[in-house]
């Protein structure tokens, strides 16, 4: 049998290049093309020393790699992605944007946050939301998946079994992550300027990052009620990772072990959740370099809030590896396939 | 003018060795004796190579440090201190100490967290809670000072002048506060093994963490009446420093820049903290290794919830150089004599 | 077909794990059993919780595991490989020993380095020194494996090429190597305590490293008189990695092209071992996690000295990985399979 | 008695900034001025937060700085120092260069590696490089003093006494030092940024660094003849300091216990320059953040080759502090005057 063919749209920056490394051990795909509009011509190698010896791959024109591939991974920044998932479309081809575009239902949210609505509304509605745990049934027949944010992932696989239940007050939920510099990207900038981050820590954007709407839109979803939540990121001077630390204050008399007995239950088909056993914490140590998200459940009992801390590997299961998942599920491949790395624990 | 004599109980451990590197080169006092009850006998310079030509000092009997100094700081485990304060008063010597036994006013509280009621409650009752900046005039005469924990420090400042102004909700208070590895001491633990936390990032004791009552002891001082606080720590894997991300979501309908001015004003004569302007973001980087305490404010008008970034160095701050302070205080000292370093910026 | 069983013998420390680890995604193989001294009785995945979902793996008897097994891989402390090396030949079974045991030739050397001398001097005899690259055809027959040391594989790969054609003045080696602290392992210890480690440096056993004479042993095999060298190890404030700087001065008047062509041909059908373009520097960036090689080549034509960057991942070529490619080349699996990671750049 | 009024221009880069730091706690001088060229009109604090609160000092413009001055501080990039040296010495006001403009003696050499040759020869001979161990004398009465580089200061301290002493095989020396990453100043370069150099470890411009020209011209004059080196330079992923480590093959038939004792009575008058005890080894963990060199010996009996270890920290006794120990010879302070800071030892 021939492997699917898929491409890179994006293939330079980090997210991009994270899924061309995965693919390249993905048994049942073939890397075929990848794309870079600044570096075309070149080998991926030159730009990531890493891919010596692993592949010959050169950057391409971004319709050459729409053309070679059945399936089209793009890995841009936010408002480039509808024309081509409108060429993918004609084309009869799928797409997977890991980028924003194809995140939000609201064209009026994507407007306030992005500075631009919707320009053809019918690709919108044909995209689904890849959260591969939560909407692993539309996912199957999409065409068009918009690849959750990195800190939404965490949040709402630490969110949904409480508020679906609905045991949480929904007006007091705090969402306090905490993300490696990989999440920044390549480009050079004064944050990730190594002597000014190593041995620093702080938060951005206080209560107003892009991924806000994302995030509620999913917790709205989940409560079957409008959410808003204050969410505050902050910047690890490590490379990888996510820790989302969950406040969910709890209007349900409803104790620890039977919400740990849920979400148990929720993820019991789901390979890649693991709900540690109470007592335990999750670490990031534990998930990065895999596609992996860990959860840890604890009672504030004293003021009766169910805190969950949620971790996962920014570029992985916050991107990369959650593409790779949508397409094991668009196509019927092994779930886990090539996604089986163990995290190392050191 | 002969010099003030201090003494350092302690001085093997992390706090009581940073007290000895700044008292060093402090101005008005002379550091006469140092105790470790494991190192007797040996040179400090032995386990602390930094301290190689910059002093002579040898580990001696506890006793031995009482009876040649003035004032004596206490750097131990929590539970011994006070028949050491005992002895001191009795010789007509000052005391601050750095662990917990005199942060606390109830014994009821002392012995949930730590174990075992007070054993003389005089001597708790002439204690002071060296919060510098919120009980300077009681600490200008006393005794016996209980230096306050570094998680409580920053919070403490972060929180006072908005609760004292009674326009925060009480009921919803989160806390979620970073602190690097030395808060941890120098004992080897699973926890501070470098492969282990180098790239890693999580909470620990979750809602559970011995600094809550000292905590919310001080926040009920400010709101005029109890208030219970989710308070969750984390290990950054960085060497100094605490961050605390502090949610307080507002009953009044107060607005950003108001509160601005109030912690402003509020400050106004506390050199070490400082408010600042909106905007801008507190980061630790710019405190660590110094006495400064950098706050900085944020309105999620989403929620309307304020939140404050407060960031101090653990070990200066939050250990040893608020309990320099407190001695400037209680001595007349200038208030930043030997506290002057400019945190590096890089 | 059934797949090869293959049984770890010391799987709690970090050498052994991260052989299970690899081994679990290695398609030809079964890991069928897993030991630990200390931990018997408890899954892998208590120790290392990155091995949840992943495996149910529990650490049992020592000799069960050679039992279980077909190939059993030994990770434990030097001294106590030749019982087992002997269990495993009495039961036709094959062994590759991660430790220094069966490294090397000289039973006077061992003793000088290690305190003991050879046991039995048949099992030395039958033993291979498991260098991939420059003893692959003895490997290929072999029973016994000693699998290189992690700074002997980084120099030994660095040197072959020009020791080998005999243009170097053998009597001012130098080799400067700077390894990432899992190199120390799973115990703690003063040198891995976060806050002493982290950004510190320095080198330790200074000219009296146990590794050097396997070094020698292998550098005197290519020039084909005795090598004698000077070798300082260092400790670097990260996680994984080797950087072996090397010294090389050169006796023959030969040019830095075709020095660098000698290498590339050397190792051009050594898919693991990457020499690079004149004019780049080699990165340990670029290997972490994977089982590359990656070698620079400079001239300092001032002193007319060779200078070859030589690096690795400690764990996987300097561990791990070397010892699975030794299975590899024993079994005749595809010299790459299982070890086909390719490195994140970032 | 009116302090010294001391300017510095080039505050804003990572050098400039730190002896401002570390100036505002120097009790015999005020900084009257700083300037920068880009960022003039600007507060000092805008640019490095750890300044606010501590000092009002704005940018202005060069000229202003040399006005308003009795010394100055020039910290820029080599080839603009000397028309501002000139316009000094014509006001009579002393210089203090931390740029390589008047380090080096030969027009030639300085032009082979800066590529440019001297324009004002008069002011080289007027000139003294500023190694304050082994130059004081000619400091005192200096009106130009070109600043040590970090790396040559490390060396030379390192090496003085072992080559001065002639028992060095002068044709063999290595150094294989390792800087963190302030050494590449507050410019962002794809070297210095965080995901790609955390984790990291390289060398960089290896054998053809600029510094090396100044290390042989001090290295010739200590052993009385040319004397030609190999120096490769690599990039250590943490904030400061730098370690030499120095490999000095020995021609005489002297043993450690007298080396050592030749190089404790050397530096028996130089209070920042620590001979470790035999057995101990320099780490840069105990100068960080200090002006202290600090030098452990060690002998690789089996080569005959004298290892010494020679730890600064790069922005301070490689060059704010040094500039500073400088000043203070030049102006009969004390000699540790504004240098007395205590290395962390966590």
Same mark, same amino acid.
């Given at each position: $049998?021939?492997?699917?063919?898929?491409?890179?749209?994006? =293939? !330079?920056?980090? /997210?991009?290049?994270?899924?061309?490394?995965? &693919? &390249?051990?993905?048994?049942?795909?073939e890397v075929c093309a990848?794309?870079?509009? #600044?570096?075309?011509?070149?080998?991926?190698?030159?730009?990531?020393?890493?891919?010596?010896?692993?592949?010959? &791959?050169?950057?391409?024109?971004?319709?050459?790699?729409?053309?070679?591939?059945?399936?089209?991974?793009?890995?841009? +920044?936010?408002?480039?992605?509808?024309?081509? =998932?409108?060429?993918?479309?004609?084309?009869?081809?799928? %797409?997977?944007?890991?980028?924003?575009?194809?995140?939000?239902?609201?064209?009026?949210?994507?407007?306030?946050?992005?500075?631009?609505?919707?320009?053809?509304?019918?690709?919108?509605? $044909?995209?689904?939301?890849?959260?591969?745990?939560?909407?692993?049934?539309? %996912?199957?027949?999409?065409?068009?998946?918009?690849?959750?944010?990195?800190?939404?992932?965490?949040?709402?696989?630490?969110?949904?079994?409480?508020?679906? !239940?609905?045991?949480?007050?929904?007006?007091?939920?705090?969402?306090?992550?905490?993300?490696?510099?990989?999440? !920044?990207?390549?480009?050079?900038?004064?944050?990730?300027?190594? +002597?000014?981050?190593?041995? =620093?820590?702080?938060?951005?954007?206080?209560?107003?990052?892009?991924?806000?709407?994302?995030?509620?839109?999913?917790?709205?979803? *989940?409560?079957?009620?409008?959410?808003?939540?204050?969410?505050?990121?902050?910047?690890?001077?490590?490379?990888?990772?996510?820790?989302?630390? %969950?406040?969910?204050?709890?209007?349900?008399?409803?104790?620890?072990?039977?919400?740990? #007995?849920?979400?148990?239950?929720?993820?019991?088909?789901? +390979?890649?959740?693991?709900?540690?056993?109470? /007592?335990?914490? =999750?670490?990031?140590?534990?998930?990065?370099?895999?596609?992996?998200?860990?959860?840890?459940?604890? *009672?504030?009992?004293?003021?009766?809030?169910? %805190?969950?801390?949620?971790?996962?590997?920014? $570029?992985?299961?916050?991107?990369?590896?959650?593409?790779?998942?949508? *397409?094991?599920? $668009?196509?019927?491949?092994?779930?886990m396939s090539g996604l089986?790395?163990?995290? +190392?624990?050191?």
């Amino acid at each position: $049998m021939s492997k699917l063919q898929v491409g890179v749209i994006g =293939a !330079s920056g980090y /997210g991009g290049a994270e899924l061309v490394r995965l &693919l &390249l051990n993905h048994p049942d795909v073939e890397v075929c093309a990848i794309s870079s509009h #600044q570096y075309t011509g070149q080998p991926i190698s030159d730009l990531y020393p890493g891919f010596q010896n692993c592949t010959d &791959l050169v950057f391409i024109e971004q319709d050459q790699v729409i053309e070679k591939s059945d399936l089209i991974f793009v890995a841009l +920044p936010s408002g480039l992605s509808e024309p081509i =998932a409108k060429a993918c479309i004609e084309q009869g081809k799928k %797409i997977i944007d890991l980028g924003a575009d194809f995140r939000l239902d609201s064209s009026e949210e994507y407007e306030k946050w992005y500075g631009k609505p919707f320009g053809d509304i019918e690709l919108h509605k $044909m995209s689904v939301y890849g959260q591969c745990e939560l909407h692993h049934d539309q %996912i199957k027949d999409a065409q068009i998946i918009g690849n959750p944010g990195c800190y939404p992932t965490s949040i709402e696989l630490g969110c949904y079994p409480a508020i679906h !239940s609905g045991w949480v007050d929904t007006d007091h939920i705090i969402l306090d992550s905490k993300s490696g510099t990989t999440g !920044s990207g390549k480009k050079l900038t004064e944050n990730t300027h190594f +002597p000014r981050t190593n041995e =620093a820590f702080a938060p951005y954007k206080v209560g107003c990052h892009r991924h806000t709407p994302e995030i509620e839109m999913m917790l709205s979803e *989940m409560a079957g009620q409008p959410v808003k939540v204050t969410f505050v990121p902050h910047l690890l001077p490590i490379n990888r990772g996510i820790v989302s630390t %969950i406040y969910l204050p709890l209007k349900a008399d409803v104790d620890l072990e039977t919400i740990h #007995q849920t979400y148990k239950k929720t993820y019991q088909n789901d +390979p890649f959740v693991r709900v540690l056993d109470l /007592g335990k914490v =999750a670490d990031l140590k534990f998930v990065t370099y895999s596609n992996y998200c860990d959860i840890s459940l604890h *009672m504030d009992t004293h003021t009766h809030t169910l %805190i969950v801390v949620s971790c996962i590997d920014n $570029m992985i299961k916050g991107a990369a590896g959650q593409a790779i998942q949508n *397409m094991n599920i $668009m196509y019927d491949f092994e779930l886990m396939s090539g996604l089986k790395t163990v995290a +190392p624990s050191f």
